[in-house]
Protein backbone atom coordinates (compact mmCIF):
# COMPACT_ATOMS: atom_id res chain seq x y z
CA UNK A 1 0.00 0.00 0.00
CA UNK A 2 1.33 3.38 -0.67
CA UNK A 3 1.90 6.02 1.63
CA UNK A 4 -0.05 9.21 1.83
CA UNK A 5 1.93 12.53 1.12
CA UNK A 6 1.71 14.81 3.99
CA UNK A 7 -0.14 17.30 1.55
CA UNK A 8 -2.63 15.64 -0.12
CA UNK A 9 -6.37 16.40 -0.22
CA UNK A 10 -9.01 13.53 0.92
CA UNK A 11 -12.43 15.36 0.05
CA UNK A 12 -12.85 18.74 1.85
CA UNK A 13 -9.48 19.34 3.91
CA UNK A 14 -6.12 18.15 3.11
CA UNK A 15 -4.05 15.53 5.23
CA UNK A 16 -1.33 18.18 6.20
CA UNK A 17 -3.77 20.42 7.19
CA UNK A 18 -6.21 18.28 10.12
CA UNK A 19 -2.66 16.99 11.36
CA UNK A 20 -1.44 20.52 11.44
CA UNK A 21 -4.74 21.89 13.39
CA UNK A 22 -5.63 18.73 15.29
CA UNK A 23 -2.34 17.10 16.28
CA UNK A 24 -3.75 13.57 14.31
CA UNK A 25 -3.77 12.35 11.09
CA UNK A 26 -6.84 11.57 8.77
CA UNK A 27 -7.08 7.88 9.40
CA UNK A 28 -7.56 8.51 13.51
CA UNK A 29 -11.07 10.76 12.91
CA UNK A 30 -12.13 8.15 10.52
CA UNK A 31 -11.54 5.38 12.68
CA UNK A 32 -13.35 7.50 15.27
CA UNK A 33 -15.81 8.19 13.12
CA UNK A 34 -16.42 4.68 12.35
CA UNK A 35 -16.24 3.37 16.08
CA UNK A 36 -19.66 5.89 16.42
CA UNK A 37 -21.39 4.41 13.30
CA UNK A 38 -21.08 8.17 11.85
CA UNK A 39 -22.61 5.81 8.33
CA UNK A 40 -26.12 5.24 9.94
CA UNK A 41 -26.23 8.77 12.36
CA UNK A 42 -25.32 11.08 9.63
CA UNK A 43 -23.52 14.22 8.65
CA UNK A 44 -24.80 16.41 11.47
CA UNK A 45 -24.28 13.92 14.32
CA UNK A 46 -20.72 13.04 13.17
CA UNK A 47 -19.26 16.27 13.02
CA UNK A 48 -20.52 17.23 16.65
CA UNK A 49 -18.92 14.02 17.34
CA UNK A 50 -16.08 15.31 15.92
CA UNK A 51 -16.30 18.65 18.24
CA UNK A 52 -16.70 16.60 21.09
CA UNK A 53 -13.20 15.42 20.75
CA UNK A 54 -11.63 18.72 20.46
CA UNK A 55 -12.00 19.33 16.61
CA UNK A 56 -12.95 22.75 15.98
CA UNK A 57 -16.48 23.40 13.71
CA UNK A 58 -14.49 24.23 10.16
CA UNK A 59 -12.57 21.22 10.22
CA UNK A 60 -15.22 18.99 12.04
CA UNK A 61 -17.13 19.63 8.77
CA UNK A 62 -14.40 19.05 6.71
CA UNK A 63 -12.83 15.66 8.21
CA UNK A 64 -16.62 14.29 7.94
CA UNK A 65 -16.65 15.32 4.24
CA UNK A 66 -14.32 13.86 3.54
CA UNK A 67 -14.70 10.43 5.40
CA UNK A 68 -18.42 10.56 3.66
CA UNK A 69 -16.42 10.72 0.33
CA UNK A 70 -13.74 7.99 1.53
CA UNK A 71 -16.27 5.86 2.87
CA UNK A 72 -18.83 6.53 -0.53
CA UNK A 73 -21.23 7.96 1.00
CA UNK A 74 -20.63 11.29 -0.60
CA UNK A 75 -19.95 11.75 -4.45
CA UNK A 76 -17.28 14.53 -5.58
CA UNK A 77 -18.83 17.45 -5.28
CA UNK A 78 -21.87 16.55 -3.70
CA UNK A 79 -23.17 18.46 -0.74
CA UNK A 80 -24.63 17.82 2.62
CA UNK A 81 -27.81 17.91 1.62
CA UNK A 82 -27.74 15.21 -1.87
CA UNK A 83 -27.34 18.22 -4.41
CA UNK A 84 -24.28 18.65 -6.20
CA UNK A 85 -22.06 21.69 -6.80
CA UNK A 86 -19.50 22.88 -9.17
CA UNK A 87 -17.60 26.36 -9.65
CA UNK A 88 -15.50 27.37 -12.36
CA UNK A 89 -13.04 30.80 -12.08
CA UNK A 90 -11.22 33.11 -14.21
CA UNK A 91 -8.63 35.79 -13.78
CA UNK A 92 -9.32 38.94 -16.38
CA UNK A 93 -6.81 41.57 -16.47
CA UNK A 94 -9.45 44.37 -15.84
CA UNK A 95 -11.10 46.20 -12.90
CA UNK A 96 -14.31 45.05 -11.45
CA UNK A 97 -16.14 47.81 -12.42
CA UNK A 98 -15.83 46.46 -16.11
CA UNK A 99 -16.82 42.94 -15.39
CA UNK A 100 -19.63 44.02 -13.50
CA UNK A 101 -21.06 46.17 -16.01
CA UNK A 102 -20.33 43.41 -18.48
CA UNK A 103 -22.90 40.89 -16.54
CA UNK A 104 -25.56 43.78 -15.78
CA UNK A 105 -25.31 45.67 -19.64
CA UNK A 106 -27.56 44.00 -21.63
CA UNK A 107 -26.13 45.15 -25.14
CA UNK A 108 -22.75 43.83 -23.75
CA UNK A 109 -23.85 40.22 -22.56
CA UNK A 110 -25.32 40.07 -25.72
CA UNK A 111 -21.67 39.94 -27.56
CA UNK A 112 -20.12 37.77 -25.03
CA UNK A 113 -22.45 35.23 -24.41
CA UNK A 114 -22.69 34.72 -28.35
CA UNK A 115 -20.36 32.11 -27.48
CA UNK A 116 -21.97 30.44 -24.39
CA UNK A 117 -24.02 27.62 -24.70
CA UNK A 118 -27.51 28.70 -25.05
CA UNK A 119 -29.40 27.08 -22.12
CA UNK A 120 -26.43 28.92 -19.69
CA UNK A 121 -27.17 32.37 -21.31
CA UNK A 122 -30.97 31.99 -21.32
CA UNK A 123 -30.61 31.46 -17.65
CA UNK A 124 -28.38 34.48 -17.06
CA UNK A 125 -31.13 36.32 -19.11
CA UNK A 126 -33.98 35.13 -17.00
CA UNK A 127 -32.03 35.80 -13.54
CA UNK A 128 -32.21 39.67 -14.40
CA UNK A 129 -35.49 39.60 -15.78
CA UNK A 130 -36.33 38.14 -12.02
CA UNK A 131 -34.67 40.79 -10.69
CA UNK A 132 -30.85 39.73 -10.04
CA UNK A 133 -28.54 42.66 -9.53
CA UNK A 134 -25.22 43.09 -9.88
CA UNK A 135 -24.40 44.20 -6.22
CA UNK A 136 -21.06 46.25 -5.49
CA UNK A 137 -19.53 46.17 -2.01
CA UNK A 138 -16.53 48.64 -2.93
CA UNK A 139 -14.88 48.73 -6.00
CA UNK A 140 -12.73 45.10 -4.82
CA UNK A 141 -16.00 43.31 -5.05
CA UNK A 142 -19.11 42.44 -6.70
CA UNK A 143 -21.47 39.42 -6.91
CA UNK A 144 -24.50 38.50 -8.46
CA UNK A 145 -27.16 35.90 -7.54
CA UNK A 146 -29.63 34.30 -9.79
CA UNK A 147 -31.58 31.26 -10.07
CA UNK A 148 -30.84 28.40 -12.48
CA UNK A 149 -34.06 26.36 -12.57
CA UNK A 150 -33.57 24.19 -9.44
CA UNK A 151 -29.90 25.41 -9.04
CA UNK A 152 -28.61 28.28 -7.40
CA UNK A 153 -25.70 30.22 -8.82
CA UNK A 154 -23.49 33.12 -7.34
CA UNK A 155 -20.64 35.20 -9.17
CA UNK A 156 -18.21 36.70 -7.06
CA UNK A 157 -16.12 39.11 -8.78
CA UNK A 158 -12.93 39.69 -6.86
CA UNK A 159 -10.12 42.52 -6.85
CA UNK A 160 -6.76 40.74 -7.12
CA UNK A 161 -3.98 43.28 -7.87
CA UNK A 162 -4.50 46.39 -9.30
CA UNK A 163 -6.40 46.25 -13.21
CA UNK A 164 -6.82 42.67 -12.29
CA UNK A 165 -10.04 40.65 -11.34
CA UNK A 166 -11.06 36.93 -10.10
CA UNK A 167 -14.59 36.48 -11.75
CA UNK A 168 -15.50 32.91 -9.77
CA UNK A 169 -19.08 31.07 -10.16
CA UNK A 170 -20.18 28.63 -7.67
CA UNK A 171 -23.78 26.34 -8.94
CA UNK A 172 -25.29 24.89 -5.97
CA UNK A 173 -28.61 22.32 -5.98
CA UNK A 174 -27.47 20.43 -9.34
CA UNK A 175 -29.91 17.38 -9.51
CA UNK A 176 -26.78 14.97 -10.25
CA UNK A 177 -23.11 13.50 -10.87
CA UNK A 178 -23.20 13.80 -14.28
CA UNK A 179 -24.88 17.36 -14.88
CA UNK A 180 -21.17 19.01 -13.00
CA UNK A 181 -18.97 18.16 -15.51
CA UNK A 182 -21.26 19.66 -18.46
CA UNK A 183 -22.13 22.72 -16.22
CA UNK A 184 -18.19 23.24 -15.65
CA UNK A 185 -17.42 23.41 -18.88
CA UNK A 186 -20.40 25.51 -19.83
CA UNK A 187 -19.14 28.25 -17.14
CA UNK A 188 -15.40 27.49 -18.08
CA UNK A 189 -16.75 29.04 -22.31
CA UNK A 190 -19.01 31.25 -20.91
CA UNK A 191 -15.80 33.01 -18.48
CA UNK A 192 -13.56 32.29 -21.74
CA UNK A 193 -15.68 34.64 -23.71
CA UNK A 194 -16.27 37.05 -21.33
CA UNK A 195 -12.18 37.67 -20.77
CA UNK A 196 -11.78 38.02 -24.36
CA UNK A 197 -15.01 40.35 -24.93
CA UNK A 198 -12.99 42.47 -21.99
CA UNK A 199 -9.56 42.41 -23.28
CA UNK A 200 -10.31 42.31 -26.66
CA UNK A 201 -7.99 38.66 -27.20
CA UNK A 202 -8.92 35.44 -28.55
Not at 39 to 52: D, I, N, P, Q, V
Not at 126 to 148: I, K, N, P, Q
Not at 158 to 173: E, H, I, L, M, W
Request: positive net charge; proline residues 2%; aromatic residues 6%.
Amino acid sequence: MTARKSGEVRGAVSEKAVLEKTGKPLDHWFALLDAFDAKSKGHAAAARHLEEHGVSGWYAQGITVAYERARGLRSAYQGSDGKFQVSASRVIPVDVEQVARALEDPKERRVWLRVAPSELANALEEGFRAGATVRRRDASLASLRFRWAQASVEIRITSTAPGKCSVAVQQRGLAGAEEVETRRAEWKTALEGLRSHLTGEQ
